[in-house]
């Protein structure tokens, strides 16, 4: 089945830091591009970070500098670290698998995790 | 911030067709990027509804179109049935990034 599942959300204190995990199945993150989605509590879908299969990377500018797109191809899992985190980071984060067309699109979507940020 | 403005809710009876418009500029939608719609249920995580303005993945019901056109774009919902009472968000590419519409509810009478 191909589907995608994300884990490591959860609650932390602002300035620190989390590690979230997107396991796919069912096909390859290495040749696909790959991004995380965010959705704060009751608001709209924020795009956050991009990854093509040839290893470039995108950010949204309030990540930049902060929040790290990775991919571990032997395990077939992406990855955000996320560093320095704010209150206004707290969100659903979604991973998702991207297709390109004059622009790229989402055609995947993970059930998503929570991250709380909050003293 | 969004740059693609989406009315903030519509409703349609039952049976009923609804419209939702999304409007760029031309640094996205008018430069020639692809509009993408996505459906988001109450609870659960978005689905991909139409992609590059007017194509539907398998499985989605043929009541659902798209369109584009100058710097806007829009979706069509026809025959309006209760479980298509949901967030609708549109989605397209600017100056690297991608970028969604601030979303709107459709609510069924």
């Known amino acids: 089945e191909v589907q995608l599942v994300e884990s490591g959300g959860g609650l932390i204190q602002p300035g620190g830091s989390l590690r979230l995990s997107c396991a796919a199945s069912g096909f390859s993150v290495s040749s696909n591009y790959m991004g995380w989605v965010r959705q704060a509590p009751g608001k709209g879908l924020e795009w956050v970070s991009v990854i093509y299969s040839n290893g470039n990377t995108h950010y949204t500018d309030s990540v930049k500098g902060r929040f790290t797109i990775s991919r571990d191809n032997s395990k077939n899992t992406l990855y955000l670290q996320m560093n320095s985190l704010k209150v206004e980071d707290t969100a659903a984060y979604y991973c998702?698998?991207?297709?390109?067309?004059?622009?790229?699109?989402?055609?995947?979507w993970g059930r998503g995790t929570l991250v709380t940020v909050s003293s | 911030q969004s740059v693609l403005t989406q009315p903030p809710s519509v409703s349609g009876a039952p049976g009923q067709r609804v419209t939702i418009s999304c409007t760029g500029s031309s640094s996205n939608i008018g430069a020639g990027y692809d509009v993408h719609w996505y459906q988001q249920l109450p609870g659960i995580a978005p689905k991909l509804l139409i992609y590059a303005n007017s194509n539907r993945p398998s499985g989605v019901p043929d009541r659902f179109s798209g369109s584009k056109s100058g710097t806007s774009a829009s979706l069509a919902i026809t025959g309006l049935q209760a479980e298509d009472e949901a967030d609708y968000y549109c989605q397209s590419y600017d100056s690297s990034l991608g970028v969604f519409g601030t979303g709107t509810k459709v609510t069924v009478l």
């Open positions: 998702a698998r991207v297709q390109y067309s004059a622009g790229w699109y989402f055609d995947l």
